[in-house]
């Protein structure tokens, strides 16, 4: 997983503003260097005002123009859209459950496989190598790490 980079802390988000940014940095990091958006990041942070998931999953056209033109984070449209609509289905997820991370508590008796394609499922662009970063970032239980997608 490394592929000769730092590999951030582990650490489970107090809120589910930090499980929004951390989907969203796996998502922007898949395809891009890792050090590109790392680099960003702190420009990621003030464009999408802390990743405030109520707020994100509010933006309209406007929002994601200012987005797009802003120098300071990569502005590949399809990912900042994918941002919006992830925020809007994790909406959607703690309104039923709570919170994000009780929400990923209903997932504990899956299979890694099952839930893998849950996730992958119902969040946009976010394939299963950037899965396991999340999870594992977020401090999830995660299988060893495999060269291969099994």
Known sequence: MAHGHEIPPRAKPT????YLETLTKAVFQSGFSWM?????????????KGFNVQRVASYGDADLERLLADPGIVRNRRKVTETIQNSRTM?????????????L????????????????DQFA?????????????????VPEWEKRNS
């Open 15 to 18: 809120d589910d503003n930090g």
């Open 36 to 48: 590109v958006i790392r680099q960003k990041w702190p420009d990621f942070q003030q464009a999408f």
């Open 91 to 103: 909406v959607d997820l703690t309104d039923e459950h709570g919170s994000f991370h009780g929400y």
């Open 105 to 120: 508590r209903t997932l504990d008796s899956l299979f890694y496989a099952q839930k893998r394609k849950l996730l992958v």
């Open 125 to 141: 662009n976010l394939w299963p190598t950037g899965l396991f970063v999340f999870l594992w970032l977020v401090d999830e239980p």
